[in-house]
């Protein structure tokens, strides 16, 4: 069994926001598998389906970014799944928008949602895609910049990113593991 969380907030205020690029990427593989955000678990919209014989889970926490982590360790906890099972999808300042960086491990980077994953999971040793958002420009305050949606002239990479996130994605869930994961996709624009 796999688990892969995308990170966003949770509500139509935040629908399409830079922040929500999880969402977002959670989104696009439900589209391509056919499955629906059907069911709440641990405060978590979650769906669910088989691929290559094993069961796939999507969640998005809908806790708000800030608390990610007390959803998605009573998830795991539940389907008794470790670190080396799941994939987290989230937004990075450091990366263009476009681009997405795989890695197994890392700090949190300033990253409140991975902040919470690291404190509740008592590791910051789990599979990664940061999807890249770049930095606001013109003095603009991160937490603004994070919360607004992307301008219509950075759509078509963000969705090049989006649908590149899914397949790395899928890829991994089908049976690949992380390490050959990030070697397929970390090249990939």
Known sequence: MKLIVGLGNPGSKYRGTK???????????????????????????????????????????????????????PLMDY????????????????????????????????????????????????????????RPKNGKEVVSYVLSTFPKDTHEEMLKAVQLSAEASLYWASGHDFVNTMNQFNSKK
């Open 19 to 73: 922040h929500n690029i999880g969402f977002i990427a959670l989104d696009e593989i439900a589209y391509q598998e056919k499955v629906e955000f059907n069911k709440t678990q641990f405060e978590a919209d979650t769906a669910e389906f088989f691929l290559n014989g094993e069961k796939i889970i999507l969640a998005k926490p809908q806790t708000f970014m800030n608390e990610s982590g007390r959803s998605i360790r």
């Open 79 to 134: 389907y008794n799944l470790s670190e080396e099972d799941i994939l987290v999808i989230y937004d990075d300042l450091d990366l263009p928008i476009g681009r997405i960086r795989l890695r197994e491990k890392g700090s949190a980077g300033g990253h409140n949602g991975i902040k919470s994953l690291i404190a509740h999971l008592g590791t910051n040793e789990f599979n990664r895609i940061k999807v890249g958002i770049d």
